[in-house]
């Protein structure tokens, strides 16, 4: 299978700044990525739905001014948390689909960590 | 509510048992998707199987999907200790833009 990769891995931030988390997708080109949630010892929640050059489509109940999300290229889209409160503290997992794929892959997740 | 949805929510069985999970969806899919998750990582894809399919095999995994019954079941044959994780369904739904919904997920602990 095709293989996604997230950076950072894990990150522990003051409360108020700002988070950048990166997702790639290292051998395919992923017209479509995908933003999930996941609190501890519950489900991963769909965050949002980037394609590769244009605005992304969030999930109800999910801020786009908090979470920005920008898919420039067909390798990477980038989240970024901003005013980080420690309520934001999750595990955030991106996915990836894309042509060459009928099928999501998904990256390793990043743990975030507010303090 | 949730797409997929994984009965139990715990399983706790002796090493070398077999453990069965089971995950029912309400919409028609285009796969379904069985993932694993140990404590604080990340998803490991298991399998896929596809709406076409009803069964599939990987190592010690097998895979059943029945669409008529909107429902499929992952079996883990002579479990070990190493198997204990969370394990999630991940429907590919038809009508939903390409996203996949997960389940709550089923908790497995393997006693050694």
């Known amino acids: 299978g095709a293989v996604v990769s997230q950076h950072p891995s894990w990150v522990i931030c003051k409360s108020g700044t700002s988070v950048k988390i990166e997702c790639r997708s290292l051998d395919f080109q992923a017209t479509t990525m995908f933003w999930y949630r996941q609190f501890p010892k519950q489900s991963l929640m769909l965050m949002a739905t980037?394609?590769?050059?244009?605005?992304?489509?969030?999930e109800q109940g999910v801020e786009k001014d908090k979470f920005l999300i920008n898919h420039a290229s067909l390798t990477l889209s980038t989240l970024t948390v901003t005013s980080a409160h420690p309520e934001d503290s999750s595990f955030y997992i991106c996915s990836a689909r894309g042509d060459r794929y009928n099928e999501q892959f998904f990256g390793p997740g990043t743990r975030l960590t507010v303090l | 509510s949730q797409q997929g949805e994984e009965d139990p929510q715990a399983l706790s069985i002796q090493e070398g048992e077999n453990a069965t999970m089971n995950c029912s969806y309400k919409t028609s899919i285009n796969n379904l998707q069985w993932y694993r998750q140990n404590s604080g990582r990340g998803l490991v894809h298991l399998i896929l199987?596809?709406?076409?399919?009803r069964e599939k095999h990987s190592g010690r995994l097998r895979v059943t999907l029945d669409t008529s019954k909107k429902s499929s079941s992952l079996l883990i044959t002579a479990s070990r200790a190493a198997d204990t994780a969370s394990y999630f369904c991940?429907?590919?739904?038809?009508?939903?833009?390409?996203?996949?919904?997960f389940g709550d997920g089923t908790t497995l602990t393997v006693k050694p």
């Open positions: 980037s394609n590769e050059g244009s605005k992304a489509t969030y």
């Open positions: 199987i596809r709406s076409n399919e």
């Open positions: 991940a429907t590919d739904a038809r009508t939903n833009a390409g996203k996949s919904t």
